[in-house]
């Protein structure tokens, strides 16, 4: 998407999140496979092949599309496609620039997506590369990839914010726990249930505080249900009576 009014210098790439009745979509959200990138760390499998993994060659630069020759569907991997078409307009605008951004699986895509830039070490798009802004953005990979990623967005000075809801489960997941050990990483800008926003380092208090914010949501619901119920009741009554 191309903003052509207010700035026509900005491209946005967004990627969507998880489409509810989507079964591979949401086969992607729960293969919590890794994959190990040497040097790098260890990455949410799902979500790498979701973005175009090629699945016995990884990550080459470029692909050779094989449909031709095969006589098989034409496919289109989202890393590659979105890749060539930026390629097509920053090049056609010499003064733009582009930000990347996403909801839920679409904001794992787009942080993704800027790391599997500086794998190909694609200088010239990375420069042209304002900010990634993730909004309730599951965990994608290790520490390890983690401390990657952020010394390469300061290189090539770019901004990478996650949006919170403290009411939204997604962040929290894949767990971070001795088994799968998935971390988030970055500055984390947190909204409590009344909106009101403030930015945060990587804590993992904020899960504790989601537990307490859940429950208490639960508890304000039952007691709606609760008093609704026993106004029912007292209605029903006073009419039997009358």
Known sequence: MQDTKSEPNLIVV?????????????????????????????????????????????????????????????????????????????????????ILTGHSLG??????????????????????????????????????????????????????????YCNDVVPRVPYDDKTLFFKHFGACLYFNSLYHGQVWNVKTVYDFIFVFSFCSTILRISLGILIQNIRRKKIYENFSIS
């Open 14 to 98: 967004a990627f969507r999140g998880t489409e509810p009745f989507d079964a591979d979509q949401w086969r992607t959200d729960v293969d919590i496979s890794w994959y190990e990138l040497p040097n790098v760390g260890r990455i949410h499998g799902g979500f790498m092949k979701a973005l175009g993994l090629q699945k016995n060659t990884g990550w080459p630069k470029e692909i050779i599309d094989q449909s031709s020759t095969s006589g098989e569907p034409h496919h289109l991997y989202a890393y590659y496609t979105i890749r060539e078409k930026l390629r097509v307009m920053l090049e056609a605008k010499e003064d733009a620039k582009f």
């Open 107 to 164: 904001g794992a895509l787009a942080i993704l997506f800027a790391a599997v830039l500086t794998l190909h070490e694609e200088e010239w798009l990375l420069n042209k590369l304002e900010g990634v802004y993730t909004f309730g953005q599951p965990r994608v990979g290790d520490s390890r990839f983690g401390e990657f990623i952020k010394d390469k967005l300061r290189k090539y000075d770019v901004r990478y914010m996650r949006y919170v």
